[in-house]
């Protein structure tokens, strides 16, 4: 039987083109497949794999005293999900184009959000009802199909936009007010939060264990809706079989969770489109529009 886990881990690496090669070879010799990404301030990976074998290397990674917090996220998949195996060093594990900004302790992230467990973020909700206000730490695609209700999701098509569109006037309001922001599996808001409170946000938090986390913990019967976007041949998951459709069809507006790639290859964009209009066009929008093919 196979699995996928995903875990990260903000902490101090000192050699982390060594790092890369030890966890090249193990994963490589557990015969697993996914992204791993190392850079000074920790470990970022998806992985799938058999679950004896994935086990194995979660024992094997743990056992390296920096990675001895390691918390892994199960979900259902395999290593057919994956084309291969990648284990790169990258200045950040997330691109925000700010590595410099960072400093990480074995702690975390040094000056962030406060984390809070999902059911730490129900109770703060109903302590402070609409005054707390979730933002979306993904890019925009990723909520197209599922997001917390009420969430502010920002027009952003990478991470690295994020630094200038919360300095944008007109999110000034939220400076002022409780603030929660999440991500697929925690590490892009962790990032986000020590962003916001160094240009002015008062209240800042963010969801431990990220959307996954929440969804093992309330899965449909929580504050979420819709689908969770994923970066694997999967594309999305849902919790359960009454998981609410959100998306939007870009063609007739009918509601769908399928992502295909626009049919122009030189455009290739992912878009939303419902089983019905998919076998009339594989076209964007745009595309569809100039008829280019």
Not at 18 to 44: F, M, P, T
Not at 52 to 68: R, V
Not at 161 to 167: L, T
Request: hydrophobic share 35%; glycine share 8%; charged share 25%.
């Amino acid at each position: 039987m196979q699995k996928i886990i995903m875990y990260y881990l903000f902490t101090p690496l000192k050699d982390p083109m060594a790092v890369r090669l030890w966890q090249s070879a193990l994963a490589d010799k557990l015969n697993l497949r996914g992204r791993i990404i190392i850079a000074e301030h920790g470990i970022n990976a998806t992985l799938g794999g058999d679950i004896d074998d994935l086990k194995s290397y979660i024992k094997t990674t743990k056992s390296y005293p920096p990675f001895d917090n390691i918390d892994c996220k199960w979900s259902d998949g395999s290593w057919s999900d994956f084309p291969g195996l990648s284990v790169k060093v990258r200045p950040e594990l997330v691109t925000f184009g700010m590595p410099d900004k960072l400093t990480v302790d074995q702690t975390g992230i040094v000056g962030g959000g406060k984390r809070l467990s999902p059911n730490q973020l129900h109770e703060l909700v109903s302590k402070k009802g609409d005054d707390v206000i979730m933002v979306d730490g993904r890019n925009k695609w990723e909520a197209a199909i599922g997001k917390f209700k009420k969430a502010i999701v920002m027009d952003v098509k990478h991470t690295r936009e994020f630094p200038k569109r919360i300095n944008d006037p007109k999110y000034e309001y939220l400076k002022h007010k409780t603030v929660v922001t999440y991500c697929t599996g925690g590490i892009r808001c962790e990032v986000l939060t020590k962003l916001m409170l160094d240009t002015g946000y008062k209240e800042v938090y963010q969801l431990d264990g990220g959307i996954i986390k929440y969804l093992d913990t309330y899965g449909d019967d929580g504050l979420w809706e819709g689908s969770l976007y994923v970066f694997d041949k999967r594309i999305s998951i849902q919790s359960s079989d009454r998981t609410k459709v959100i998306g939007i069809c870009v063609h007739c507006g009918k509601r769908t969770s399928r992502y295909l790639n626009c049919g122009n290859i030189s455009c290739n964009q992912q878009i939303l489109v419902c089983d019905q209009c998919s076998h009339r066009t594989r076209l964007c929008a745009d595309c569809a529009q100039t008829k280019l093919i």
